[in-house]
């Protein structure tokens, strides 16, 4: 009886705007829409287990309960956190007698990764014989955190962190409910976008706290961070501040301010942060963002990770600081990041172009006669090492993808490459 008098407003806004139909939610029409893996199994009335991975606050739970919803299944919430092996007997026994009654059921299992494999091994005859729909939710990758058994019954399907214009739409619902606009200015919103960082959970959080405020003096960008330094959570190494941090420990690295990259990885230590994330992260900064301008900072960068495997907390933290001081203090570079992206363009760009045919190898006497191999040059049969050849396809021109920057060992790189262009100009004439 309690629900006929409960005051709706006394529910937190996050939950008060929690979508009621899949149309209303917002930041994931690539599977939500009629193309999309889960538009298609709806409109096909077949729903598969699947997992769904991405980031807190981008509504993995709200997608599950909606699929019930509109697929007509029992929903069935469990929460890896606080669930154990007699809780996952009761509810596979409970889906058995609906599943005999006529109606089939979808169990949700939220931190699907904190299952231990033996665990995950006990959902596969119930997936397998359709005891049950499973849909786990997850914020690591799965390739690394769930079985493969597991995997290869059900599909993977990645959400995106909500983008600036699922934010704001979420921003404008905030206000309807609240029947005020926010005090903020327009770069005030346009902050409070950024801190939420892709949550939509924490824009709500932020945005109720920003309604008990006068509509006057409106807030700006500096004025809400002051708020916010007051009433921000302490660090949680699974929601936001995840995210806010490590991007403040990545951009001071990049900015080669090495002092204030010790004080957030210090911040993230102090918080309960996995060490082995940050020695992940640290491993995709040394290529990314140093890359051959210092190639030793991958290897920095592996020692320090294997140090802390080998010696583990919290002596082995000191090999990260370590190798927080070496990546800071490195020059810096994505040409190799750039080259990439680049490369993997024109491979997507200019389909299925085939080599050209003097550097196709010939092991058959047919091949040969086709013209497999002819004109081939030995490069290290020429007097200079170096036959100039063309090995990009017939048909493509020829792309620079790669662009060393004059700084550090690349410095070094592009010197060998205007000398082989300089080569491959005067052996072809160019």
């Not at 154990?84 to 699907?112: H, N, S, Y």
């Not at 995950?120 to 786990?136: A, H, K, R, S």
């Not at 190494?237 to 210090?266: F, P, Q, V």
């Not at 990041?337 to 997507?348: D, E, I, Q």
Request: proline content about 6%.
């Amino acid at each position: 009886m309690s629900g006929l008098f409960e005051n709706p407003a006394a529910r937190p806004l996050a939950d008060r705007l929690r979508p009621a139909v899949l149309g209303d939610v917002v930041g994931q029409d690539h599977l939500l829409g009629p193309d999309g893996p889960l538009g298609r199994m709806l409109a096909a009335s077949k729903l598969t287990s699947i997992i769904l991975w991405g980031p807190p606050g981008c509504g993995k739970t709200t997608i599950a309960r909606l699929l019930a919803d509109r697929a007509g299944l029992a929903f069935e919430p469990l929460s890896a956190v606080f669930s154990g092996v007699a809780d996952l007997r009761k509810v596979f026994e409970a889906a058995r007698k609906r599943r005999e009654a006529g109606q089939a059921t979808l169990l949700f299992v939220d931190e699907i990764h904190r299952f231990n494999r033996a665990q995950q091994d006990g959902f596969l005859p119930y997936v397998e014989d359709g005891t049950v729909v499973l849909v786990g939710a997850t914020t690591e990758n799965p390739s690394f955190e769930l079985n493969g058994a597991l995997l290869s019954r059900c599909r993977v399907l990645v959400l995106n962190r909500l983008d600036e214009a699922a934010l704001e739409t979420l921003l404008g619902r905030a206000e309807t409910v609240l029947g005020h606009p926010l005090p903020l200015d327009e770069d005030g919103r346009i902050a409070c976008k950024a801190l939420a960082d892709g949550d939509g959970r924490y824009l709500l959080n932020l945005a109720e706290a920003l309604a008990p405020l006068p509509p006057e003096p409106k807030l700006d960008a500096k004025g809400l961070a002051r708020l916010v330094q007051k009433k921000a959570p302490a660090y949680d190494k699974d929601r936001e501040g995840h995210y806010n941090l490590i991007s403040a420990l990545h951009k001071s690295l990049r900015g080669s301010d090495t002092d204030a990259a010790l004080y957030w990885m210090a911040r993230m230590l102090d918080g309960g942060e996995d060490p082995l994330f940050l020695a992940r992260r640290l491993a995709r900064f040394a290529v990314e963002d140093i890359g051959l301008a210092d190639p030793n900072a991958v290897v920095q960068a592996l020692a320090a990770w294997d140090v802390y495997e080998r010696l583990g907390s919290p002596e082995g933290e000191l090999a990260l600081a370590q190798l927080v001081i070496y990546l800071g203090t490195a020059p810096k570079s994505n040409a190799a990041y750039v080259a990439y992206k680049a490369a993997m363009k024109a491979a997507k760009d200019t389909g299925s172009l085939a080599p050209p045919m003097h550097i196709l190898n010939a092991p058959t006497r047919m091949m040969k006669d086709l013209g497999y191999g002819k004109g081939y040059q030995y490069d290290h049969d020429q007097a200079d090492g170096f036959s100039g050849q063309n090995y990009f396809p017939d048909g493509m021109a020829r792309r620079n993808f790669y662009d060393p920057p004059e700084r550090g060992f690349e410095r070094e790189v592009r010197k060998r490459l205007d000398y082989w262009d300089k080569l491959r100009r005067r052996k072809t004439g160019e």
